[in-house]
């Protein structure tokens, strides 16, 4: 879906407080800025067709085989691979949920079907699409869950997009767990967990079988050298991209006393950063264009996620600044 996404930051002109996209904006990328431009020249040659060095490096910070890495542009290109490899299958996707998932499946001429719970998965289901922990709710579903329904359902493939692992003290299910499973193929974002978006990448773990089906549909060089070279650096660099869960919970904590405090928003519980927020009066789309175009807020409209209506927005936690700007907006908003 090329339309519809949050974060469509390029098409307003004076955005200062951005919610719309799911990274952690606190980051300082000075130094991976510095070592980039240093490594600048290597645009004038092929990155590799594969990735295969990254992958090496991640399978030895993951304790996994290389064989069960696959490095990909973004976590959006994992999802259109696993829909490619196992095109035409009959899939289910758990929603509301990230729209990608449907239209990769779409796209591979999959027949597809919405799950509002997993307790009732259609017996001629192929495969299941699980976001977790979910976008749009933050809500986690955790390991010891997913681990009763993979075994009480061995004959289906779940497909299970970990983006947001990072943003979590829930236990989730980890890329060893995926690996040890025969029906597991897990879904991983470094644009999400180093918030650097305008570089996509991301990787797929799952058993050595599954990942044959997955590396044959790949098409070489997805991965640019820049995105390649930055991997490198990051997974060296950890230490300086910690995300300290206890304060940003404490910030996410005290912006949802503000928001409720408005009287006319909802917000959902939340395992992590995300928020999804429900207006009692209006419609969230007009809210959108109000705070963007008046107060340079992006908040990210919801009515476009299966199973949610034109009053839901969804934002992510960012600074107290950023935050308590969303806050005096939206109250402005209600008097207008």
Same mark, same amino acid.
């Given at each position: 879906?090329?339309?519809?996404?949050?974060?469509?930051?390029?098409?307003?002109?004076?955005?200062?407080?951005?919610?719309?996209?799911?990274?952690?904006?606190?980051?300082?990328?000075?130094?991976?800025?510095?070592?980039?431009?240093?490594?600048?020249?290597?645009?004038?040659?092929?990155?590799?067709?594969?990735?295969?060095?990254?992958?090496?490096?991640?399978?030895?910070?993951?304790?996994?085989?290389?064989?069960?890495?696959?490095?990909?542009?973004?976590?959006?290109?994992?999802?259109?691979?696993?829909?490619?490899?196992?095109?035409?299958?009959?899939?289910?996707?758990?929603?509301?949920?990230?729209?990608?998932?449907?239209?990769?499946?779409?796209?591979?001429?999959?027949?597809?079907?919405?799950?509002?719970?997993?307790?009732?998965?259609?017996?001629?289901?192929?495969?299941?699409?699980?976001?977790?922990?979910?976008?749009? !709710?933050?809500?986690?579903?955790? @390991?010891? &869950? +997913?681990?009763?329904? $993979?075994? /009480?359902?061995?004959?289906?493939?779940?497909?299970?997009?970990?983006?947001?692992?990072?943003?979590?003290?829930?236990?989730?299910?980890?890329?060893?767990?995926?690996?040890?499973?025969?029906?597991?193929?897990?879904?991983?974002?470094?644009?999400?967990?180093?918030?650097?978006?305008?570089?996509?990448?991301?990787?797929?773990?799952?058993?050595?079988?599954?990942?044959?089906?997955?590396?044959?549909?790949?098409?070489?060089?997805?991965?640019?050298?820049?995105?390649?070279?930055?991997?490198?650096?990051?997974?060296?660099?950890?230490?300086?991209?910690?995300?300290?869960? !206890?304060?940003?919970?404490?910030? @996410?904590? &005290? +912006?949802?006393?503000? $928001?409720? /405090?408005?009287?006319?928003?909802?917000?959902?519980?939340?395992?992590?950063?995300?928020?999804?927020?429900?207006?009692?009066?209006?419609?969230?789309?007009?809210?959108?264009?109000?705070?963007?175009?008046?107060?340079?807020?992006?908040?990210?409209?919801?009515?476009?996620?299966?199973?949610?209506?034109?009053?839901?927005?969804?934002?992510?936690?960012?600074?107290?600044?950023?935050?308590?700007?969303?806050?005096?907006?939206?109250?402005?908003?209600?008097?207008?």
């Amino acid at each position: 879906m090329l339309t519809g996404h949050g974060d469509d930051i390029d098409s307003y002109d004076n955005i200062t407080a951005n919610f719309s996209s799911n990274t952690y904006g606190q980051f300082d990328h000075k130094n991976l800025f510095g070592f980039l431009y240093e490594k600048i020249n290597d645009i004038t040659s092929y990155p590799e067709p594969a990735a295969r060095s990254l992958e090496r490096r991640l399978a030895s910070t993951l304790r996994l085989t290389p064989s069960e890495v696959c490095v990909t542009n973004g976590a959006t290109e994992a999802i259109y691979l696993v829909a490619q490899a196992y095109r035409r299958h009959r899939s289910a996707v758990l929603v509301p949920t990230f729209s990608e998932y449907a239209d990769a499946c779409r796209l591979h001429e999959h027949k597809v079907r919405y799950l509002y719970d997993l307790d009732h998965i259609p017996h001629d289901t192929d495969i299941v699409w699980i976001c977790d922990p979910n976008n749009p !709710t933050g809500t986690v579903l955790g @390991r010891e &869950r +997913l681990m009763q329904i $993979l075994h /009480s359902h061995e004959e289906i493939l779940f497909v299970i997009d970990a983006s947001y692992a990072s943003f979590t003290l829930s236990h989730l299910l980890s890329p060893s767990d995926a690996v040890g499973c025969s029906n597991v193929i897990m879904i991983h974002s470094m644009t999400k967990r180093y918030s650097i978006p305008g570089l996509r990448l991301g990787y797929i773990t799952a058993n050595e079988h599954l990942m044959s089906d997955i590396r044959v549909q790949k098409m070489p060089w997805s991965v640019n050298k820049v995105a390649i070279n930055a991997g490198h650096y990051l997974l060296a660099h950890e230490g300086d991209y910690i995300l300290d869960l !206890t304060s940003l919970f404490a910030e @996410r904590d &005290r +912006l949802v006393d503000r $928001l409720s /405090s408005l009287g006319f928003v909802d917000v959902w519980p939340s395992d992590t950063h995300i928020l999804l927020c429900k207006l009692r009066i209006g419609n969230a789309e007009s809210l959108k264009e109000y705070l963007a175009n008046t107060h340079g807020v992006l908040i990210r409209y919801a009515g476009n996620f299966e199973g949610l209506d034109p009053s839901f927005f969804r934002i992510s936690v960012q600074g107290k600044e950023e935050n308590d700007k969303l806050v005096d907006a939206l109250s402005l908003w209600i008097m207008e």
